[in-house]
């Protein structure tokens, strides 16, 4: 293979570290390649086409899917980590401008310096990249109020898996000339080609935020508070939703009690706005219209602190808890989570295994973890995976759909065709086949193909 093209181009240092958060074994790329500017990916894509190689490009490595993972042979991984500069910051347009390899909590940090606002806000925000973040089309528990990841992005420049250069969008908030080339390239899993600059629309600071943790006798509960509160006219900006076994694997984990009154399930919401009465009289009215067992406001920095590290901590806690699980992120209709989360827990294996749902509870997003517990590691092995596919035959069921953010990669991808039909895949492998006419970018990931058997 010739690598003279590229050569000044490989990264020893970035072999090291090619995991992710998916229990996915990579397989060892033949090299690392760190483009510094949209001229390298272009060198890099032709190259790989002439000389027959597949690329997976890669940013913080925070996924759960395996979708930025090499998993077959002859592959080679591009590393964004150098691509990290703010390329421009328009006040007056209240827009910034990018590289994929910014890590996303210093893009908040350096909008909210003046008095400017992203609100997409991952769970790994502090290491993973706004690059990944398009990829992944990733959300957040500010979702519920602000959207996702797709819904800021206005312009994307890259290339396409043919070696073509793209630039769509830029700084208008409204383009409706021609297909959705940016919808399409958002969460498109690195399949489609290397983006190389991203122009985000911002939005002013919310002046004012507050945050309660409550109590609930009953997920059916906490569910009709959000809906009784919006029907009040509050949209919180976040409800993130916890039962106690969550809270208890987590306070395990972490080795510290809980501030605040134990119930069987919890909300933690959050309300911003402009002025503290507006602020407070959200937060009130959510109270108010809601059948709460108890409360907490996290007005200290502590008790904040205290209930986001035990939110943050849960996938960490049932691990340790169970020994062994697997996590998925199914959605579904936000009518059908009270129903959903029931039918979760009933799909408790006779082996040990067991199955708990939390999440963000605005969108219907569930974060479902099937955990090991009791059952024997034989046990496990055999009955782990039809659990799993029955989490996503439940999904489907309600209405809903594989995933809310974390993507399809590897993992998901054997389910695609109880979402989609045959038509729609065919779909999907037309689009690829149009701008990766030799499949270099990320093979086998996210689109249905028949190196994968539908379970």
């Not at 708990?356 to 092995?381: E, P, T």
Request: charge should be negative.
């Amino acid at each position: 293979m010739n690598t003279g093209d590229i050569a000044h181009l490989m990264d020893t240092d970035g072999v090291t570290a090619l995991g992710d958060y998916s229990a996915v074994v990579p397989v060892s790329p033949i090299a690392v390649v760190s483009p510094r500017n949209h001229a390298d990916c272009v060198a890099i894509v032709q190259w790989a086409n002439r000389e027959g190689v597949s690329l997976v490009c890669r940013a913080g490595g925070t996924g759960t899917t395996g979708g930025a993972l090499p998993i077959t042979a002859n592959t080679v991984v591009v590393t964004m980590r150098h691509m990290n500069r703010v390329i421009a910051m328009d006040e007056s347009a209240a827009t910034i401008t990018v590289e994929p390899g910014v890590i996303l909590a210093h893009i908040h940090d350096y909008v909210e310096g003046v008095g400017l606002f992203y609100p997409p806000d991952p769970a790994s925000l502090a290491i993973c990249t706004i690059g990944g973040n398009v990829m992944e089309n990733a959300g957040g528990p500010r979702a519920l109020k602000y959207g996702v990841t797709r819904n800021y992005v206005l312009g994307l420049k890259g290339v396409w898996g043919s070696g073509e250069s793209f630039a769509y969008g830029g700084q208008c908030r409204k383009n409706v000339a021609g297909y959705d080339m940016i919808g399409l390239l958002t969460g498109s899993e690195g399949t489609l080609g290397i983006i190389t600059e991203i122009t985000l629309a911002l939005r002013p600071k919310p002046r004012v935020i507050r945050e309660m943790i409550v109590g609930y006798a009953s997920s059916d509960d906490a569910v009709a508070a959000l809906r009784n509160g919006m029907q009040q006219g509050v949209m919180p900006s976040t409800a993130e939703f916890m039962v106690d076994d969550c809270v208890a694997a987590s306070l395990a984990y972490l080795g510290v009690s809980a501030l605040f009154e134990r119930h069987p399930a919890y909300v933690i919401w959050q309300v911003d706005g402009f002025t503290e009465a507006d602020v407070e009289a959200q937060l009130a009215r959510i109270v108010a219209s809601s059948n709460y067992a108890g409360c907490m406001p996290m007005d200290t920095p502590e008790r904040s602190e205290h209930v986001w590290s035990i939110r943050r901590s849960v996938s960490l806690g049932f691990t340790k808890m169970a020994g062994k699980k697997y996590s998925e992120d199914i959605v579904v209709p936000v009518s059908q989570l009270s129903a959903t989360m029931l039918a979760l827990a009933d799909l408790a294996h006779e082996s040990g295994i067991r199955v708990v749902g939390y999440g963000h509870l605005g969108d219907g997003n569930i974060h479902v973890n099937i955990l090991k517990m009791g059952a024997s590691d034989a046990d496990w092995d055999r009955y782990a995976p039809d659990v799993v596919t029955s989490v996503m035959a439940l999904a489907m069921r309600y209405g809903g759909s594989l995933s809310g953010e974390h993507g399809i990669g590897v993992t998901k991808k054997p389910y695609m065709g109880m979402q989609f039909t045959s038509n729609d895949l065919r779909v999907f492998a037309g689009i690829k086949s149009v701008v990766d006419p030799q499949g270099i970018m990320n093979p086998h990931k996210a689109i249905y193909d028949n190196d994968y058997k539908l379970r």
